[in-house]
């Protein structure tokens, strides 16, 4: 970082913002006011990794994907029983904190701190009251196909009790999944069940899980948890952590593990969706249709864009976002030479076949080395933007087959802390017609560098700020972020051909649908034929992947409205910035400052962008 930089972010850690009045040089503070502060300060963010690690005790998973191995043999617990008490803690330390420490003695970060503490037990207790209304079984964030991913990406082993801790998880996996299980036939009984679509995409996925060896008669083929307990336990052997006997003392276990309750539970979720699939609605409906279906969208708006704005609200800055980019994908039709109608134009793009791969391994592998090649350049210009990078390697995989669906969105699995496990951008590539060359360049910005995974390892990696703030998750900020980049990227000399530049274009426009389609079939009515019709007459995108967006919007209420309204946050502030310090403005001091103080609330982070300003101006 340059020596501002530098200045700025440590003057943003010990200047104190209580009672600021409008004149930047009462913000000043004497010596002895900021070691009064600082020292409060600490006194909290000690607080808080106490207070953080009561925390990670209630998810050994969330410990796990942090490369710890406290509670190694141990899940979740999934039970409505679990998240009160969860809640309840919450609720405690709160009423510590209030009673145990002054606000006003503290420095911004910590006043920052302070606030996400208790805007994230809000947030989950908002969202809870409405546990009787989420849909526990459906394509995209269903723990069906958590746990395989889970163990696969996370679960490393080591030694031998890292592979005994190994199956122990995969022997408690039937009682997570029942509980789970569970709550879903509760809810099924109060008519919430998630569209009959989910159910079907479930039941294949839950089937690829348990076929294969050692389910059932498929010896010519290996089931993926299987497939990597050998590939691990061999591993083992060749360490010489483990003789070959206790290797087949150890696969003995896991075979036993697996038939004896892994398998079962999956059949009896198959055999419930199998039966209550008849419940469901062949044309599903939004949330509006649900028990409290309005209070509880508008609730879910909430959690995922961290504001106040209705639904009627994102659906009209939706509209406006869709018009304004429609107007510049014109100049970029006009640019082509193309005199005909913008959806004509669309249309000759999108079925044209230079920019599709092979539907073959050759077609997948051009792929996968082409977005790499995109990572190499972009990888060389990160320094002009940014200060702070990332110490975590990023990897592009294939997703695994058992949960690979055509046209389902790319993804990002994060690295972890020390930087040892690296992030994952994964690509759906079973159907390569989903994945057009167009927009593969701006969607690997999105989920990898400057994305998801440049905001996200650095969170992680961070040391100014708590432990809790560098592991949160807030979708307006995290998803904002990654829309962002996709923008700045251009700004930093992407996007050579201009059809990716159109890629890009209607990547974003694709986001501001978003907004107007979600909104539309959860708050307002709209049915899934009338979305699939308004978001191919505004996007590239093939119909393949726009139904199964219009799927994701229609099972995880809320969340795709997060990237827009936060993207359009971070310009708004990054705008701001720009007329405050004119010629002073360091677009590398902003984006260190949006990224080094880990995921947040917009509020929070709106505050977090004017106290810079006012540091910056006194500079």
Partial sequence: MTRRIFTVLTILLVISCGGQSNDPASTAVTETASTSALNESD????????????????????????????????????????????????AATIEEMQQAF?????????????????????????????????????????NHSLFPTFMINYHKVDTLSDMQAYIARLRQVDHALGQELEKARSNAERGVRAPMFAYEI??????????????????????????????????????????????????????????????PIYEEIIAWLSEDIANTDSEPRGVWALPQGEAYYNQLLSFYTTTNLSAEEVHQIGLEEVERLMAEMAVVKEEAGFAGEMLEFLDLVSSDEKFYYSNTDEGRQAYLDDTNAYYDSIREKLPEYFGILPKA???????EAFREQDGAPAHYNSSSPDGETPGTYYVHMSDMNANPSYEMESTAYHEGLPGHHMQIAIALELETIPEFRRQTFYNAYVEGWALYTERLAWEMGAYEDPYSNLGRLSNEIWRGVRLVVDTGMHAMGWTKEEAINYFAAHSLAPIESIVAEINRYLVIPG??????????????????????????????????????GGALPLDILDRRIN?????????
């Fill in 43 to 90: 006194r909290l963010n000690a607080w808080f990794a106490d207070r953080n690690e009561e925390r990670l005790a209630y998810s050994p998973m969330e410990l796990t994907t942090l490369n710890r191995k406290e509670q190694y043999d141990q899940l979740d617990q999934f039970s409505l029983e679990a998240a009160q008490e969860q809640l309840a803690w919450h």
């Fill in 102 to 142: 002054s606000y006003d003695a503290l420095d911004l970060e910590a006043k920052s701190s302070w606030d996400t503490w208790i805007y994230m037990h809000e947030r989950n207790r908002g969202i809870q009251e409405f546990a009787s209304q989420f849909y526990l079984f459906e394509q995209m964030n269903g």
């Fill in 202 to 263: 479930v039941i294949d996925e839950a089937r690829k899980i348990i076929s294969g060896v050692p389910f059932g008669d498929q010896v010519e083929n290996e089931s993926a948890v299987w497939a990597d307990s050998m590939a691990k336990i061999s591993a083992l052997v060749e360490a010489g952590e483990v003789d070959t006997a206790m290797a087949e003392t150890l696969t003995d276990q896991v075979r036993s593990a697996l038939l004896e309750g892994y398998q």
């Fill in 393 to 399: 390697d990023l990897v592009v995989k294939r997703v």
């Fill in 559 to 596: 969340q795709a409205t997060s990237y827009k309204i936060g993207m359009l946050k971070i310009l708004e502030l990054r705008e701001r910035s720009q007329e405050a310090l004119g010629e002073n403005f360091d677009i590398r001091e902003f984006h260190d400052v949006v990224l080094s």
């Fill in 611 to 619: 106290n810079y300003i006012e540091v910056a101006q006194l500079q």
